[in-house]
């Protein structure tokens, strides 16, 4: 395989130590990066589950490894004003010597935003329209001496960013989400890479069909990268596999489609590279075939086998 294969951490549930080793496993095993999720409460099961905030995290993995990249999967628009995102930012791609990559998302948990005291903008462009401005601002911070934004959401007045990041002229900034009319425009007009989920290849090359419409020129979509975020369950035969998936659902999902989170999970697990190292190389070409070049595989149970050691293999 030619592509990159990064993975997302556990931090629901657990202790910062097993995040911590993983990481180190992760890194040993040749994986390409780390990413963390952006929430106050957790997603999958018990939202009352010990939930890790991400930008600290990634503080403290930026000197617990070597050269693995970092990243946000994604850090939603709402939770940080982007002066201070910039801040945080520039500060942990110092801290990791330039391995970060910043991936925002518009934000969906309604529930998690009106308990922690964030608006749920609606409707949707409304939270993609912060986003978009979002992603001004930052590059505005990032890229000069002092900046001044008078915007619809923001307004700043030479405000600046120092120290800078490392990596110039400023970090990767991936944009999650697959809405066609805004999410994937602004995608094409601002951002390095592109992320997306519970999708079949058959799917992605349909998005990826309409972000290559919104894009200016062909050089622009080949500039940006192309991510596919999903499940992984591997074991030494694909009903040892396929055991660990239907554990993984009999935990987590509670039949009520209706709730965001659960209609998410189903589609994360529904997709889901599920098989032997072989078998999950084979699906993983299937994605690479219709034009994704970086995954983003969220292993649950890495933390208890060696599954990450397996997944390994397929990169070979």
């Not at 944009?175 to 992320?195: H, K, M, P, S, V």
Request: glycine share 8%; net charge negative.
């Amino acid at each position: 395989m030619n592509t990159d294969v990064g993975i997302i951490l556990p931090q629901y549930g657990h202790e910062y130590g097993t995040i911590r080793d993983v990481a180190h496993d992760a890194e040993e095993c040749g994986f390409d990066g780390l990413w963390l999720e952006d929430h106050f409460q957790s997603w999958i099961g018990d939202i009352e589950q010990d939930t890790y905030e991400p930008w600290t995290t990634l503080a403290a993995l930026a000197e617990a490894t070597d050269d693995i990249r970092l990243g946000t999967l994604v850090d939603c628009q709402a939770y940080r004003h982007p002066s201070l995102l910039a801040k945080m930012a520039a500060t942990v791609d110092r801290v990791s010597d330039g391995r970060l990559d910043l991936g925002l998302g518009a934000g969906w948990f309604r529930d998690e935003f009106e308990r922690f005291g964030y608006e749920f903008r609606e409707p949707p462009a409304a939270r993609i329209e912060r986003l978009r401005e979002t992603v001004e601002v930052l590059h505005g911070l990032w890229t000069n001496e002092r900046f001044s934004h008078h915007g619809e959401q923001f307004d700043l007045e030479e405000a600046f960013c120092r120290p800078e990041p490392v990596q110039e002229p400023h970090p990767p900034i991936w944009i999650g989400g697959a809405g066609e009319q805004f999410t994937l425009r602004y995608t094409a007009e601002l951002a390095d890479g592109w992320n997306y989920g519970t999708l079949d290849p058959e799917g992605f090359a349909e998005k990826l069909a309409v972000l290559r419409e919104h894009c200016e020129s062909e050089e622009r979509y080949e500039d940006i990268t192309k991510s596919a975020e999903l499940f992984a369950f591997v074991a030494d035969s694909r009903e040892e596999a396929e055991a660990k998936r239907e554990c993984f659902a009999e935990r987590h999902l509670n039949g009520d489609p209706s709730e965001p989170r659960e209609f998410f999970l189903a589609g994360y697990l529904e997709t889901a590279l599920v098989g032997t190292p072989n078998e999950v190389r084979a699906e993983l070409e299937r994605y690479e075939d219709v034009g994704i070049e970086t995954f983003m595989l969220s292993v649950p149970d890495a933390p208890e086998d060696d599954s990450l050691e397996l997944l390994a293999d397929v990169r070979d």
